[in-house]
């Protein structure tokens, strides 16, 4: 399977916007598909306008006659329709490979996992029609269609500004979770671009597959320790038991409560998404980053 051509949906969200720069810099020839009433720009990138509505016959057209060989679905994975519309598209026109918008905190691939937080059901949804698709021949020689979900855990760098590690680092205060020595995995924003490029630099060898990948492996009494170094400042520690605080948050979350979903995945994120023994780094060819200086990174541009 050979990959030339890479369409991007979703190019100005958290996700979105650093796989767009991997993209540019790629070999890979890039098109950003973007809706007709979108105002988004793309400086220096072809453009697919396609109709709102996500016309499938009319999505599925533009696609095969811009030759795009995979797609990227950057997009909220709740937008189920919106995401499935894409997927026949793509099957439609003759894409070889696809990622859905599987970019996570958390495994949605675990039933406990979608138990805790309901909203990761939407992403098996896509991933389950993928896999009732991959199997099946297209005419016209399009072969089939392949498709590789990655799954990085918490957006590290992303995260540590806004509460989802737990950390108020403006404040220097630290919620930890069940004593802060449980190891969880996390992926700064740019590793997990390259994640992308690196799928489609391999579309044999991760075709069909859930990848689990990470910056690095941490406890969050390491990632305080490494804050408390970085800022020379002590943080306030509220000690929390996970699953007391989760079964608060469950209600509201189910109500529809923003800040109780946010912190649900937080900490879920923190207590149940380990990805030792099975990380996808090697067969990618990523290294792992460092903790200190991603956080001197993150806490240079705050």
């Not at 990138?45 to 016309?55: A, G, K, Q, R």
């Not at 793509?90 to 490979?97: D, L, R």
């Not at 509460?163 to 205060?173: E, Q």
């Amino acid at each position: 399977m050979s990959i030339k051509n890479v369409g991007l949906v979703g190019g100005t969200g958290t996700m979105g916007e650093p796989i767009l720069e991997a993209l540019k810099k790629s070999s890979f020839n890039l098109s950003v598909i973007n809706r007709a009433s979108s105002k988004s720009k793309y400086p220096g990138v072809d453009i697919i306008t396609v109709p709102d509505d996500l016309n499938v016959p009319d999505v599925a057209r533009l696609l095969e006659e811009h030759k795009i060989d995979a797609l990227v679905l950057a997009i909220k994975p709740a937008q189920v329709d919106q995401n499935k519309r894409l997927v026949d598209a793509a099957f439609q026109a003759g894409v070889k490979h696809l990622i859905p918008a599987e970019f996570g905190s958390v495994d949605s691939a675990d039933a406990k996992t979608r138990e805790v937080y309901p909203i990761a059901d939407c992403k098996k949804v896509i991933r389950d029609y993928l896999i009732s698709l991959q199997d099946q021949k297209r005419g016209d020689g399009k072969g089939k269609l392949s498709w590789t979900g990655l799954v990085p855990a918490h957006f590290f760098d992303w995260g540590l500004g806004n509460l989802l590690l737990c950390f108020d680092v403006p404040k220097r205060k630290a919620y930890i979770q069940d004593g802060g020595d449980i190891k969880f995995s996390v992926s700064n924003l740019p590793f997990i671009a390259d994640a992308v490029v690196k799928v489609f630099e391999k579309p044999e060898e991760t075709a069909n597959k859930l990848l689990y990948i990470q910056s690095f492996r941490v406890t969050q009494n390491e990632v305080l320790s490494a804050l408390e170094k970085v800022t020379g400042d002590k943080f306030e520690i509220v000690h929390q038991k996970s699953e007391e605080r989760l079964k608060e948050l469950r209600p509201l979350m189910l109500k529809g409560d923003h800040d109780a979903t946010e912190e649900t995945v937080g900490i879920w994120g923190l207590v149940a998404s380990d990805w030792e023994g099975r990380v996808a780094n090697k067969l990618l060819g990523l290294e792992e980053e460092n903790l200190e200086e991603t956080i001197r990174q993150v806490l240079g541009k705050c």
